[in-house]
């Protein structure tokens, strides 16, 4: 039997991420050529996509970056990198260009051009990347490895490879309301990472009706304002072709769109040291604090560039209705109109064949929204939804508990709720330093909403501490600063390979980790702690 290859490290993902790290590799191995475990072929990325590929759903024409070209893959860790952004435009004979533009922040297009532009260029120098593949199982294996399984999507053949660490990179995964989730997969009803691969077959299914269409947005973001408006765009020229007015619904819990405070003490959160400072803090209560009242950054906001586009073209239907009133028109002219309807939670969705909306042939969409502060539900139905409702990242987790390796760090496979929590409180666990309140606090599920109810355990009143066995059945993994997952105190043989999380540590780590702004400085750190073994 033929024994599978054994790499130093396996990341799984090829994103931004772990080319930054495949950056920092290369130039780690340059800097101790005499270390054979660090050269570039004892590392392999395991990539789903056939081809590197960066939010392809949202590369609107004219979207820009909402952060500096500076914080790209490497420059913040060592400018000098040859995967800098800088550089990208120096190969590209754009550099010279790019500062008479005026501007740091690139387009989103150019962006991604560069990150697959430092993806090929990794490849070019030694690093391996099996695209096409999707993991299915991790197996803990003998002598400090752990089997790595993948199936080749084209073939559907399985591959078994063996790796000494892992570096988990799982971006995010489609978070679609529950209601929406049950009325799922539907054509017209797309996520934002596929809109623009889905909003023209989308859009001519509607067509098909011959009559003016009704569109739901849902979400309160800048992906939502960009969709909205490029909808609003495709809408108006469908509209005025056949002379009808389709309608486009922004539905939002809030009372409007806030803008993203992009200033500059407030992105100091975004800073490196800024990470030391929330990893550092006394407890996991005031990091969530802390963490909260820096939202306004990054979740549910809009650039004010974007809002003042969405206001402009909101205000100019305003004026159209004044002179159409002072002409005598009753009825609006044809094209695309926007509403936007706060205040709302979505009840419930259903698929209606009977709706007056509704065409022989065709379905809609009705939607039962609660006014958050009257608390009246209305009705209405929908020829397509938009969900700009944001990612989720725990795909990680359910892999790793049924690999059975979750059980050396303290996950259960009976839980549904997990926590990440600082290395220092697994000392104060395992030393019966924390006492009954603090013990839940530790149980507490700190995901996307604060206001979720706490997970509570079952602990007795007369148990003042924690022991280490109900400590190793708690579903809090703990990390540690160079974000590496650590292993539970046991007595039997250690758990040996490290695993190392990128973008899935906000709990720990603060906002910036699931964001572009700290790759380049994490991406080093998680070289400099794995190397370290080495």
């Not at 590209?92 to 922040?105: C, P, S």
């Not at 660490?165 to 049950?182: E, H, K, M, T, V």
């Not at 109109?337 to 065409?359: C, D, G, K, V």
């Not at 190392?500 to 906002?511: A, D, F, N, V």
Request: hydrophobic fraction near 35%; charged fraction near 20%.
């Amino acid at each position: 039997m033929v024994q599978p290859p054994v790499y130093t490290a396996i990341g799984l993902g090829f994103g931004p991420a772990n080319i930054a790290v495949a950056g920092a590799l290369l130039e780690q191995h340059r800097e101790t050529q005499r270390n054979s475990s660090v050269s570039a072929n004892k590392f392999l990325f395991i990539e789903r996509h056939h081809e590197f590929r960066w939010h392809p759903g949202m590369l609107l024409p004219g979207a820009r970056m909402q952060i500096s070209f500076l914080k790209d893959l490497a420059t913040l860790r060592s400018p000098q990198s040859p995967i800098t952004f800088v550089a990208y435009l120096h190969s590209q004979n754009r550099l010279v260009d790019f500062i008479n533009r005026g501007n740091t922040t690139p387009t989103r297009k150019e962006y991604s051009d560069y990150l697959a532009w430092a993806a090929k260029y990794v490849q070019d120098q030694g690093i391996v990347v099996a695209y096409g593949e999707n993991v299915t199982a991790i197996k803990e294996e003998d002598e400090g490895t752990v089997q790595i399984h993948s199936t080749v999507l084209a073939t559907g053949e399985t591959r078994i490879r063996l790796a000494r660490n892992l570096i988990i990179s799982p971006g995010g995964s489609p978070r679609i309301p529950r209601s929406i989730q049950a009325i799922l997969p539907h054509p017209r009803i797309i996520h934002s990472s596929s809109y623009l691969s889905s909003v023209k077959p989308m859009l001519a299914m509607t067509e098909k009706t011959n009559r003016s269409l009704r569109i739901a947005v849902l979400g309160s973001g800048q992906s939502a304002a960009e969709i909205l408006l490029d909808l609003h765009q495709r809408l108006t020229s469908m509209g005025i072709s056949a002379g009808q007015v389709h309608d486009l619904h922004l539905i939002i819990r809030g009372g409007s769109l806030k803008p993203s405070d992009d200033s500059p003490f407030a992105n100091e959160i975004f800073n490196p040291e800024s990470t030391d400072a929330i990893y550092n803090l006394p407890s996991d209560s005031v990091r969530r604090r802390v963490i909260a009242d820096c939202q306004n950054t990054n979740y549910g906001v809009v650039n004010s560039r974007t809002l003042d586009s969405l206001y402009e073209v909101v205000y100019d239907q305003k004026v159209e209705d004044g002179i159409a009133r002072r002409k005598g028109n009753t009825l609006p002219g044809s094209g695309a109109r926007i509403t936007i309807i706060p205040y709302s939670n979505l009840l419930s969705a259903e698929i209606s064949t009977h709706s007056s909306q509704t065409s022989a042939g065709a379905d809609a969409f009705s939607l039962a929204l609660q006014n958050t502060l009257t608390r009246d539900v209305s009705e209405t139905t929908y020829d397509a939804i938009v969900c700009a409702t944001g990612y989720e990242r725990h795909s990680w987790l359910n892999l790793l508990k049924s690999s059975g390796i979750g059980k050396h760090f303290g996950l259960s496979l009976a839980s549904d709720k997990t926590r990440l929590s600082v290395e220092r409180n697994m000392g104060e666990a395992v030393n019966g330093e924390i006492n009954k309140s603090r013990a839940l606090e530790l149980r507490l599920k700190t995901v996307e909403d604060l206001e979720d109810i706490p997970y509570t355990s079952s602990e007795s009143d007369d148990s003042s501490s924690t022991s280490l066995s109900e400590f190793s059945a708690t579903d809090t993994l703990y990390v540690s600063r160079r974000y590496r997952l650590i292993p539970l105190p046991t007595t039997d043989r250690g758990f040996v390979p490290r695993i190392y999380l990128q973008g899935c540590t906000e709990e720990t780590h603060g906002l910036s980790d699931t964001l572009l702004s700290v790759l380049g400085v994490r991406a080093g750190e998680v070289v400099e702690d794995l190397c370290s073994n080495y």
